[in-house]
T-cell receptor, first 112, second 113 residues
Framework: GNSVTQMEGPVTLSEEAFLTINCTYTATGYPSLFWYVQYPGEGLQLLLKATKADDKGSNKGFEATYRKETTSFHLEKGSVQVSDSAVYFCALSKAAGNKLTFGGGTRVLVKP | NAGVTQTPKFQVLKTGQSMTLQCAQDMNHNSMYWYRQDPGMGLRLIYYSASEGTTDKGEVPNGYNVSRLNKREFSLRLESAAPSQTSVYFC????????????FGPGTRLLVL
């Protein structure tokens, strides 16, 4: 079946540091890939997505590239802010009904 | 637009009690979903509804039932709550298609004693 593996946290960074969160997936064919973010006390919201190989999703300074050859979708940001402290979830969608399969989530804490 | 709303925000139940979690969306989406979030396990799909009048099991449906009341509303019922159902429950909605974004509600935190 489909599965998503992402690095465990927590990841603690200083403001303006570079952030990378690794995400790899297992699925047949060409799933759509997503990064969702959950700020404290809130539901999840879409951060970015990519729907085919070599696509790059980007939003709010975050980027991720759909790499079919390595089945990866790593999230990066060049200079994090305190407001980026959140839990980040990698997910894929392939099955009928747009059912999402999530990774376990990575908590990121950015200190001033 | 309110987006996706959920009630209640927080609930404490005793083992064996029943309750219904309510979810509504005002984005005219066909598809709606119920997930549970447990530490270290991400979100897991309980049930989903691809359109009004249809529901299907997800990854962890045991102990739950759902009703797609109309296009806007999708409720989740626990008939006899168990401590293993202590979790945070999220409702989501979206358009059909694997490329489509899902929009999440704020969640219901449930504690079963």
């Amino acid at each position: 079946g489909n599965s998503v593996t992402q690095m465990e946290g927590p990841v603690t960074l200083s403001e303006e540091a570079f952030l990378t969160i690794n995400c790899t997936y297992t699925a047949t064919g060409y799933p759509s890939l997503f990064w969702y973010v959950q700020y404290p006390g809130e539901g999840l919201q879409l951060l970015l997505k990519a729907t085919k190989a070599d696509d790059k999703g980007s939003n709010k300074g975050f980027e991720a590239t759909y790499r079919k050859e390595t089945t990866s979708f790593h999230l990066e940001k060049g200079s994090v802010q305190v407001s980026d402290s959140a839990v980040y979830f990698c997910a894929l969608s392939k099955a009928a009904g747009n059912k999402l399969t999530f990774g376990g989530g990575t908590r990121v804490l950015v200190k001033p | 637009n309110a987006g996706v709303t959920q009630t209640p925000k927080f609930q404490v139940l005793k083992t064996g009690q029943s309750m219904t979690l309510q979810c509504a969306q005002d984005m005219n989406h066909n598809s709606m979903y119920w997930y549970r979030q447990d530490p270290g396990m991400g979100l897991r799909l309980i049930y989903y509804s691809a359109s009004e009048g249809t529901t299907d099991k997800g990854e962890v449906p045991n102990g739950y039932n759902v009703s797609r009341l109309n296009k806007r509303e999708f409720s989740l019922r626990l008939e006899s709550a168990a401590p293993s159902q202590t979790s945070v429950y999220f409702c989501a909605s979206g358009r059909s298609g694997t490329q489509e974004t899902q929009y999440f509600g704020p969640g219901t935190r449930l504690l079963v004693l």
